[in-house]
C-alpha cells in the first residue's frame, strides 16, 4: 500500500487507505496494519495466523493543518498459536501505536520536548495539543529522565543560590494538633556559573543540610571537579560549601555585590 499519503503521514507500520474531509474541515483518514509484526503476541512473542476479529481504534496524532486530522485504524484481533501463553488474542500494534495507546509515540513525545526543551507550561501543552494533564505530565517525566539521568558534566565554577517558588504548605497533625511544613516556599538552584550557565540541580529549601543532602547525591569525582563556589553574602551556603567542598574556593557573585 505504498502511496504517496502513507509517505507524507510517516506512520511505520501504517498505510493510508483512503482520506474524506468532514464537514468542519477536519480530514478523517483510514488506515490499515502493513507490518508483519504488528500481529507478534506481546506476551509470547509468537506470530499470529488465525484472526479472532476485526476492530477499528481511533488513536491521536499530532496537529497538522489548521482542521487537523483524525485516525480510523482498521486493524484485526488475533488468537495467540502458543498453547501456553497466557494472553490467548492480541490485537495489532505498531511501535507509534502500542495495543490499547489512545495517542501515537510521536505526540506523547512532542508534548514531554515541549516542556523540557520550549520552556511551556503543562497547561499550555495540553491546550496546544489537546490532551489532559496527567498525559502531559506523564510525557514530561519521560522526556526529564533522558536529562536527569544522563551524568552531570563536570563543573569548575558551581553557583549556588536561592529562589522564592510560590508560598509555603503547612498540615496539621489530627493526633497532635501539631503544625508542619509539607512545602518549602524556598528552593535552592545549582549552575554551572562558568560555561553553559545551564541548571544542574535543585532541592527544596535553603538549609546548609538542603545543600549538603544535595551535594551527597553527587559523584564524588565531580565534586572533586568543582575549583570555586559563587554564592551571595550568605554564612549559611559558605558554611555548606566548606563542609562539602572543603577543596573549593567560595567567592562571591558580581551581581550580589553590585546590588547591596
Not at 129 to 147: G, I, N, Q, Y
Not at 230 to 258: E, K, N, Q, W
Amino acid at each position: 500500500m505504498d502511496n504517496f499519503a502513507t509517505l507524507l503521514l510517516d506512520l511505520n507500520g501504517l498505510a493510508v487507505v483512503s482520506v474524506e474531509q468532514l464537514k468542519d474541515g477536519t480530514r478523517r483518514i483510514h488506515l490499515a496494519t502493513a507490518n508483519e509484526r504488528a500481529r507478534v503476541c506481546p506476551a509470547c512473542g509468537v506470530v499470529a495466523s488465525r484472526v479472532k476479529g476485526s476492530a477499528i481504534t481511533q488513536p491521536r496524532d499530532l496537529p497538522y493543518g489548521e482542521h487537523g486530522l483524525e485516525f480510523r485504524w482498521h486493524k484485526h484481533r488475533w488468537y495467540c498459536r502458543e498453547p501456553q501463553c497466557p494472553r490467548k488474542s492480541c490485537t495489532a500494534q505498531v511501535p507509534q501505536i502500542p495495543a490499547g495507546a489512545r495517542i501515537t509515540a510521536r505526540l506523547r513525545s512532542a508534548a514531554g520536548r515541549r516542556i523540557r526543551d520550549a520552556g511551556s507550561t503543562v497547561i499550555q501543552t495540553t491546550r496546544d495539543l489537546h490532551l489532559s494533564w496527567p498525559t502531559v505530565m506523564d510525557a514530561f517525566r519521560t522526556a526529564a529522565r533522558e536529562v536527569t539521568e544522563e551524568p552531570l558534566p563536570e563543573v569548575q565554577v558551581l553557583g549556588i543560590d536561592e529562589t522564592r517558588r510560590g508560598r509555603p504548605r503547612w498540615d496539621q497533625d489530627p493526633a497532635t494538633g501539631m503544625w508542619h511544613l509539607v512545602r518549602e516556599r524556598w528552593h535552592t538552584g545549582f549552575v554551572d556559573a562558568l560555561d553553559t550557565g545551564g541548571l544542574r540541580g535543585q532541592v527544596e529549601g535553603r538549609t546548609a543540610a538542603d545543600v549538603l543532602a544535595w551535594l551527597a547525591t553527587t559523584p564524588r569525582t565531580w565534586r572533586k571537579s568543582i575549583e570555586y563556589v559563587a554564592i551571595d553574602m550568605s554564612t549559611t551556603y559558605r558554611a555548606a560549601v566548606r563542609t562539602g567542598l572543603p577543596h573549593a574556593t567560595v567567592v562571591v557573585d558580581h551581581f550580589h555585590v553590585d546590588h547591596q
